[in-house]
C-alpha cells in the first residue's frame, strides 16, 4: 500500500517481480493523492525486485509499505496493467496542431463529394471509382515533421493519402484508425505542404465512406501549453503570430492567438479588447 502527494490525477506504476523464475507478482497502476492498496499473493521465500515508475518526478510517496495478512485485500484506487514499467517507451515532444479540413479550389476544378461535418467527424462520401474526398491547401508546416489523419471508424481497403506536388499516394492499411506521414523537404515550399487529398482507388466498393476524426500536423515545439493574457493595444516585439488551428496572421487577433517569438519561444496568448 501507499500513500502519495502530487497532482491528482497522475499515477504510480509499482511492479513486483520474483527474480528466482522472473515471474511478475504485481504489476498495478495506483492514483496519486489517494490512498492505495495494491494486492498480491507470494507462495515462497525468495528474492524479489520493485520497479517503481512515476508519471511526474515531482509526485512524491509519504507512506510505502508492504503487509502480510491472512486472506488477500481488495485493491483500493489501483488496477492492473499490462505495461512493462522497464520498456515504457519516452513520452514524444512537441502537439498536435489541428488542421481544419477544407475541400479548397485554389488550384484546380476538380468535382468534390458531399462534404457533411458533424460534431465528432466529417463524413466524405463519393459514388464514382475515383474520386477525391478531400482536399487541402497550402498548409503551413513550420517546425513541423509529420501529419496525422485521425478516423471515426476503421477504413475500408483502398483508400490512399497523396501529399502531391510530385508525390505518389501512399496506401492506408485497411482497419487503419489513422494515418501518420512523415513529412520530407521536397515535399515543402516556402514552409508550406501544398497540398493533402484523401481519395479512392479503382474498383472499390460505392458508395465510398470516410468519415475523418481530424487532421493534424505535428509541431516539434512543446511549449504551447502556457497562455498568457495581453491588451490587444500592448505593444509586441516582431513576433509571428498564428490562429489556434496554426494558421499565419498577419497581425494579432482577439481571443487565443498562437505567438511565436524571433528566439523560437512560443506561447499561447488571451487577447482582451
Not at 511478475?24 to 498480491?40: C, D, Q, R
Not at 509519504?62 to 499490462?82: K, Y
Not at 464514382?128 to 496525422?148: N, R, S, W
Request: charged content about 25%.
Amino acid at each position: 500500500m501507499f500513500e502519495s502527494e502530487g497532482t491528482e490525477g497522475h499515477k504510480i506504476h509499482i511492479q513486483l517481480k520474483d527474480l528466482n523464475d522472473n515471474h511478475v507478482l504485481l504489476n498495478m497502476i495506483g492514483e496519486v493523492s489517494k490512498p492505495v492498496v495494491m494486492p498480491f499473493a507470494v507462495d515462497k521465500y525468495g528474492e524479489y525486485k520493485i520497479t517503481i515508475v512515476k508519471d511526474d518526478a515531482a509526485d512524491k510517496f509519504t507512506h510505502l509499505a508492504i503487509h502480510s495478512t491472512d486472506s488477500q485485500a481488495d485493491a483500493i484506487n489501483s488496477e492492473v496493467t499490462d505495461i512493462d514499467p522497464d520498456n515504457i517507451p519516452e513520452e514524444e515532444d512537441g502537439i498536435l496542431v489541428e488542421i481544419p479540413q477544407d475541400q479548397g479550389q485554389q488550384y484546380d476544378d476538380f468535382a468534390r463529394t458531399l462534404m457533411e461535418k458533424g460534431p465528432d467527424y466529417t463524413t466524405y462520401t463519393a459514388n464514382g471509382d475515383l474520386q477525391i474526398a478531400f482536399k487541402m491547401m497550402d498548409i503551413d508546416v513550420t517546425d513541423c515533421d509529420y501529419i496525422l489523419i485521425k478516423f471515426a471508424e476503421p477504413v475500408n481497403r483502398g483508400w490512399n493519402v497523396a501529399f502531391w506536388t510530385g508525390t505518389g499516394s501512399v496506401e492506408l492499411p485497411a482497419e487503419s484508425t489513422e494515418f501518420r506521414f512523415d513529412l520530407e523537404p521536397s515535399m515543402i515550399q516556402s514552409g508550406k505542404l501544398p497540398q493533402i487529398c484523401l481519395l479512392t482507388l479503382w474498383g472499390a466498393s460505392k458508395p465510398l465512406v470516410a468519415k475523418v476524426a481530424g487532421v493534424y500536423k505535428h509541431s516539434t515545439i512543446d511549449d504551447w501549453g502556457k497562455i498568457d493574457e495581453i491588451k490587444a493595444s500592448q505593444p509586441q516585439a516582431t513576433p509571428t503570430y498564428y490562429t489556434i488551428y496554426g494558421q499565419p496572421l498577419s497581425h494579432p487577433t482577439k481571443g487565443i492567438t498562437i505567438i511565436r517569438h524571433p528566439d523560437g519561444t512560443v506561447k499561447k496568448l488571451l487577447i482582451k479588447p
